[in-house]
């Protein structure tokens, strides 16, 4: 069965970093192009970060560049959101999500959903 966990989340000052993990089961992890998504209360859930199956190319929401990054390790089934520079509007629960082969912007396209992890950033 299909599964993705996330991990590391957390509570950070303004300006910390945290690294999020997120480890995927039961698919061909390196056929999946892999996102990472989130959503603040009472907000939709959107788009931040993606990555395609080699790990080659990968693409950022505005609010996301040069501040975040995304990586993955095929041989650990694994992929990764660095996150700099953390401000209070990045607190939301942090998702990562498989597609197969392509990722999207739009989290209604994703194959496979994490059950989130929650990011907190006091002023």
């Known amino acids: 069965q299909e599964q993705l966990v996330e991990s590391g989340g957390g509570l950070v000052q303004t300006g910390g970093s945290l690294r999020l993990s997120c480890a995927a089961s039961?698919?061909?992890?390196?056929?999946?192009?892999m996102g990472w998504f989130r959503q603040a209360p009472g907000k939709e859930r959107e788009f931040v970060a993606a990555?395609?199956?080699?790990?080659?190319?990968?693409t950022y929401a505005d609010a996301a560049k040069g501040r975040f990054t995304i990586s993955r390790d095929n041989a650990k089934n694994t992929v990764y959101l660095q996150m700099n520079s953390l401000k209070p509007e990045d607190t939301a629960g942090y998702y990562c999500?498989?597609?197969?082969?392509?990722?999207?912007?739009?989290?209604?396209?994703?194959?496979?959903w994490g059950q989130g992890t929650q990011v907190t950033v006091s002023a």
């Open positions: 990555v395609v199956p080699s790990g080659g190319s990968n």
């Open positions: 999500a498989a597609r197969l082969k392509s990722y999207r912007f739009s989290r209604y396209e994703y194959d496979y």
């Open positions: 039961g698919l061909t992890f390196n056929t999946y192009a």
